[in-house]
């Protein structure tokens, strides 16, 4: 006896449900994470920064993203309204009020943060997201699904998702130039081009190190934080500001990983090892056979 589509359909459905509601292997939990001590950081030392934007344009060429010409990038208009990554753009810089007083206006890079206890990847059901030695946060987007949940788990807001892609969008967001660094042994694009220094490549603890001397020779210069050194459990990038960081656009987030709430939820979710794919299977071979019935 043949079989049609509609049949197929409902054994795919089955199928995958029952498949789905196997035991499988435990997700990606913040108890089993053993950070490098030699993993990659980023130092920011936003006093420096004047707001040239040649890190967006090294960070569009590192990666082949569209781009206009490094002259264009002088355009002080974008500064008029405040910009988030997206999907084309994987770094962007911002203008706030500086020290009061002072008059001068503060520039601040925003990129993914690389945290120590990422909750992108504790989100995504696929494994499409994965910190690797270095520190950073790596994406395979052959593994993604599309559900966004990196998204809506970031506490940074940072993953961006192709909406203009209609066949095979990604979540896109900064790689901490991993290929460069791990392969070419260079800096991050970022880094590299900056004429003022701001960035600081290295190891995560030297900078931290380098970090808290800053601020002891200069205390009058920088708010006594390094921003990323135990927000959300720590972050690869480290902030130095003049003004409150909460100023320039960064969140005030607690020191408890993110990373900790979405487990709680997932592990009541995935309780009886019924993750919500295996519902959505379920649901959708009761609609064909209603619909068989109904015919």
């Known amino acids: 006896m043949g079989i049609n589509r509609r049949d197929l359909f409902k054994l795919a459905f089955a199928g995958g449900g029952a498949a789905l509601v196997s035991p499988s292997a435990p997700a990606w939990s913040s108890s089993s994470v053993q950070l490098n001590p030699d993993r990659w950081g980023m130092l920011v030392d936003t006093t420096r920064c004047v707001g040239c934007r040649h890190c967006e344009w090294a960070c569009k060429k590192e990666n082949e993203l569209p781009s206009a010409p490094l002259a264009e990038f002088s355009d002080m208009s974008v500064f008029e309204a405040l910009r988030r990554p997206d999907a084309t753009s994987y770094t962007v810089v911002n203008r706030f009020a500086g020290p009061e007083g002072e008059g001068q206006p503060v520039y601040a890079k925003v990129q993914c943060m690389h945290c120590d206890h990422p909750a992108c990847v ?174």
């Open 122 to 295: 504790s989100a995504c059901l696929v494994g499409a997201f994965e910190k690797v030695k270095t520190g950073s946060i790596q994406y395979d987007g052959w593994k993604c699904m599309g559900c966004r949940y990196c998204m809506v788990a970031c506490p940074f807001q940072v993953p961006a998702y192709e909406y203009f892609n209609a066949f095979t969008p990604l979540v896109q967001k900064c790689t901490f130039c991993f290929e460069r660094v791990s392969k070419e042994k260079k800096t991050p694009a970022c880094a590299h081009i900056c004429p003022y220094e701001v960035m600081t490549f290295g190891r995560r603890e030297e900078l931290l190190v380098a970090a808290r001397e800053r601020i002891a020779k200069e205390p009058n210069k920088y708010v006594p934080q390094i921003y990323g050194e135990h927000e959300v459990g720590g972050t690869a990038w480290l902030y130095l500001s003049s003004v409150p960081v909460t100023d320039l656009g960064l969140p005030a987030l607690g020191h408890k990983p993110v990373i900790q709430l979405n487990e709680t939820v997932q592990h009541a979710i995935f309780k009886h090892f019924i993750p919500p794919i295996a519902l959505y299977s379920f649901l959708g071979a009761m609609m064909w056979i209603y619909r068989d019935k109904q015919e």
